[in-house]
């Protein structure tokens, strides 16, 4: 990890050093940044990415579990599953309005996410060919992204912060509901079981990916954590995350497609085996199973639904011009 600094930003005069100074301070006493506040560059730059990245990976991140919402085996469980899909919806607009407060303009962030010059999450590039998938997301994925997401809560910039509060109330929700079908599935036919086991055979590992490289290889940790945008490294997360998974497996009746999982008396830890980061890497580089066509669907949302974004444009305008 590259050491980290303060001000980034040689200061230009003496105003600018003042406001630094300032900065450093609201930082170090733990207080929030807030959009009329003056901030560095880099830490600007460094939230609009990770933020409009969050924003990406909520919106693609609707598409898995979306495929299922036409074939989900019963009224209810059809409507759990569109409500969730649309709290993910909720959560993309909430973080493209936060990254909205830093300037970024959001037709802009879909096309960089749509011309493969932002990212979003490594996760959603995986097929969900069985409906045990829909179970094991909300149990996986939506786990480690509490484990993730819970320290955002007391991010440094404000409305990041306060958008993550209610994301994360309803990730449990996500996490619950996902638990709840599997138990229902392990209560079920041997069949089911079987499902089960498949999909968390096909998911664990990528889960663990979620949670970017290994420290030592995170070219930003280290200042995101200096700046308070983080609050834990990439790896501390990921080993909660184990930790607090292999009991609810255990519960569950499902095994963890690791040979080396094993408790760790001595530190209180689950250890885990090695991570395919080859993998990670295709998957980031476009080459996963589904990239193509997660953005495909965005492009053509995006395209299809433009005169939507021109009719509500005008209406805004229309009436931004007759006067109360
Ligand atoms: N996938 O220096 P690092 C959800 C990138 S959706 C893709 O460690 P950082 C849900 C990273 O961006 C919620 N890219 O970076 C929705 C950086 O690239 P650039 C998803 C990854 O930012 C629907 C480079 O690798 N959660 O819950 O310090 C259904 C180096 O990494 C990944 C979030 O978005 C990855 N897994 O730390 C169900 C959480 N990992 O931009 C559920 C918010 C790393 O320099 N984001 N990269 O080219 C974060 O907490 C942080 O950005 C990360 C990475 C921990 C992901």
Known sequence: ????????????????????????????ADRR???????????RKTLVRQVAQHAHSEIIGMQPEGDWLLAAPSLRRKAVLLAKVQD?????????????????????????????????SSIFNYPTPSYADVGVIGWLVDGAAIC?????????????????????????????????????????TDEQRAMVQES??????????????????????????????????????????VDMTVPQAQFLGVTLPDPDLAWDEESGHWRFGAIDW????????????????RIARRRAARDDNAWVVEAATAHARKHEAVPA
């Open 278 to 293: 080859e993998e990670f890497k295709r998957v980031l580089g476009g080459q996963g199973p589904m990239n193509d066509v």
């Open 33 to 43: 940044i807030e959009p009329r506040d003056w901030m560095p560059e880099g830490y």
């Open 200 to 241: 968390v055979d096909r998911w664990w590992w990528p889960s663990l990916m979620m949670f970017g490289p290994p420290d030592d290889e995170s070219p930003n940790t280290a200042q995101s954590m200096a700046w308070g945008i983080k609050r834990h490294t990439n790896d501390e997360l990921r080993q909660r995350f």
């Open 88 to 120: 993910e919806a909720g959560h993309g607009l909430y973080l493209y309005s936060a990254a909205e407060t830093l300037g970024a303009d959001r037709a802009d962030l879909t096309d960089k996410l749509i011309e493969g010059r932002q990212k979003y």
């Open 148 to 188: 993730n997401q819970v320290p955002l809560c007391r991010s440094s910039y404000g409305p990041y912060a306060r958008a993550m509060i209610r994301v994360c109330k309803e990730e449990s929700f996500h996490q619950r509901q996902g638990y709840e079908l599997l138990m229902t599935m392990m209560r079920g």
């Open 1 to 28: 990890m590259p050491a980290p600094t303060l001000d980034r930003q040689p200061a230009g005069s003496p105003d600018e050093a003042a406001l630094q100074q300032q900065f450093a301070a609201t930082i170090a």
